[in-house]
């Protein structure tokens, strides 16, 4: 294998390892990264053998994620014909959310403006009422937290609170910069990628363990290939995918 600095260009990295764990340090210290940078799917957990016989190494492929990058609005465009734009969520809901989160946001001392935005039609089908956006926050990495989670449990929360407050449960979609949109542009991405792959070598693969709404959306970019299936594994935060070839 040539050195690694002629690997600096490549999108992913195969390596191999004792255990899983010292893969994944072994690929964080090579590609110069942290685990919150970085996609890792199992391709073989290894095995310890009988006696350190017929032991095998774990093997995993990493990937860099996408940098997060501020969310710039893109300029609007001039229709040829009069479009009416999508309606705002309902006045009610989406200005009780607005005044909740702005309110969580100053507890936690950050800075940053809520807007509301128009609701995208398969946002509205996964039953949310309303959707905010946080912008101008110095640190969007602080609000997001690893995998999402504290966007997650921010959302949550902004949701709870208003239901209690107009007397309904109205769930409440909440993005930090437009993440969600990029995050989810690239699970596609890997999705696509892993299948192709799977195709390929014919061999099941494991995705790394990601929250329900993230699953949800690989299995929905792949339900249509002929060529691979999805299920979910594990329990818990281990819960992940495997993407196994169709017979």
Same mark, same amino acid.
């Given at each position: 294998m040539p050195p690694?600095?002629?690997?600096?260009?490549?999108?992913? #990295?195969?390596v191999t390892a004792r255990t899983v764990n010292e893969a994944i340090e072994k690929a964080l210290s090579r590609l110069g990264k942290t685990r919150e940078d970085v996609d890792v799917s199992v391709l073989s957990e290894g095995s310890r !053998?009988?006696? @350190?016989? !017929?032991?095998? $190494?774990?093997?995993i492929l990493v990937s860099p994620r996408e940098? #997060?990058?501020p969310f710039v609005p893109p300029p609007p465009e001039v229709p040829v014909a009069p479009v009416r734009p999508p309606p705002l969520p309902s006045g009610k809901v989406a200005e009780t959310a607005q005044e909740i989160l702005e309110g969580l946001l100053a507890g936690m001392r950050i800075s940053a403006t809520v807007e509301i935005r128009p609701m995208p039609t398969a946002t509205a089908?996964? @039953?949310?009422?309303?959707? #905010? $956006?946080? #912008? !101008?926050?110095e640190d969007v990495g602080i609000l997001i @937290?690893?995998? @999402?989670?504290?966007?997650g449990a921010l959302q949550f929360l902004v949701t709870l609170m208003v239901s209690r407050k107009v007397g309904r449960w109205s769930k409440v979609?909440? $993005?930090?910069? !437009?993440?969600?949109v990029r995050r989810e542009s690239s699970l596609r991405t890997l999705a696509t990628r892993m299948a192709q792959r799977v195709q390929q070598t014919r061999v099941p693969m494991a995705l790394e363990a990601m929250p329900p709404n993230e699953r949800r959306i690989v299995h929905l970019t792949l339900q249509e290939n002929p060529a691979v299936s999805t299920s979910s594994t594990g329990e818990g935060e281990d819960r992940h995918i495997i993407i196994s070839p169709k017979r």
């Open positions: 690694f600095e002629e690997e600096t260009e490549v999108e992913s #990295l195969e !053998g009988i006696l @350190g016989i !017929g032991s095998e $190494d774990a093997r940098p #997060l990058v089908e996964d @039953g949310f009422v309303a959707m #905010l $956006d946080i #912008l !101008g926050a @937290g690893r995998r @999402g989670d504290t966007l979609l909440v $993005d930090v910069e !437009g993440y969600r």
